[in-house]
């Protein structure tokens, strides 16, 4: 089975740092992107970052960029998040999702999901 | 690119049929993305580039649209298709979603 693992959340302070891990199994794991997207309580989808295949190329999205990293091991078949600077607005359940590429359509989806973990930023 | 959903909330019955949209800030091609989510869940990709069932999605689900407006239709609502859903553009980084629409009994 194909399945992403989440851990790594907690209650952290306002200014604090905390790093998310991901375990990947059941696929190919060095084959495919890998993202986080995130949901506050209560609120939509916000897309994170994904990281390439090989770790070389990253995003992020504008909120969390210069204070969040992403990173991944291969050997491993583990995808990262390094949160720094955390606010209130940060809390959130964070979840891991693998980004399948489609080549018949030449598109990226996310097509496997973990149940999250749950980050929350309060002092 | 930023993503709208309309409606942002929606009362329907079971049988009926329901068109959701979502509009786009830029074009987007057909890299659009269609996921449902029910409370306590992650979310499960329904359809992808805009129009493509993912498998094992029913077919009363179908998508449309190019460019910045795309639709999701349901064309008999079931009782399990009460959820929440997103529209979300992978044309472009940083991917983005909609702000979801929830469909409500």
């Known amino acids: 089975e194909e399945q992403v693992v989440e851990s790594g959340g907690g209650l952290v302070q306002p200014g604090g740092s905390l790093r998310l891990s991901c375990a990947a199994s059941?696929?190919?794991?060095?084959?495919?992107?890998m993202a986080w997207v995130r949901q506050p309580p209560g609120k939509g989808l916000e897309w994170v970052a994904n990281?390439?295949?090989?770790?070389?190329?990253?995003s992020y999205g504008d909120s969390v960029k210069g204070r969040f990293t992403i990173s991944r091991d291969n050997a491993e078949n583990s995808v990262y998040l390094e949160m720094n600077s955390l606010r209130a607005e940060d809390t959130a359940v964070y979840y891991c999702?693998?980004?399948?590429?489609?080549?018949?359509?030449?598109?990226?989806?996310?097509?496997?999901w973990g149940k999250g973990t749950t980050v929350a930023v309060s002092s | 690119t930023q993503m709208t959903q309309s409606p942002s909330s929606l009362s329907a019955s079971v049988g009926d049929r329901v068109t959701i949209t979502c509009r786009a800030s830029?074009?987007?091609?057909?890299?659009l993305n269609w996921y449902q989510q029910k409370p306590g869940k992650p979310p499960r990709i329904l359809i992808h580039?805009?129009?493509t069932l993912d498998s094992g999605v029913p077919s009363r689900f179908s998508g449309g649209g190019s460019g910045t407006h795309f639709t999701l239709t349901i064309s008999s609502l079931q009782a399990e298709d009460f959820a929440t859903y997103y529209c979300q553009q992978t044309f472009s980084l940083p991917y983005t979603f909609g702000q979801g629409t929830r469909l409500e009994i």
């Open positions: 990281i390439k295949e090989d770790g070389s190329q990253m």
């Open positions: 580039a805009a129009s």
């Open positions: 059941g696929f190919t794991f060095w084959r495919f992107w």
């Open positions: 830029q074009g987007s091609g057909y890299y």
């Open positions: 999702a693998r980004e399948f590429f489609n080549h018949r359509e030449a598109s990226y989806y996310m097509d496997v």
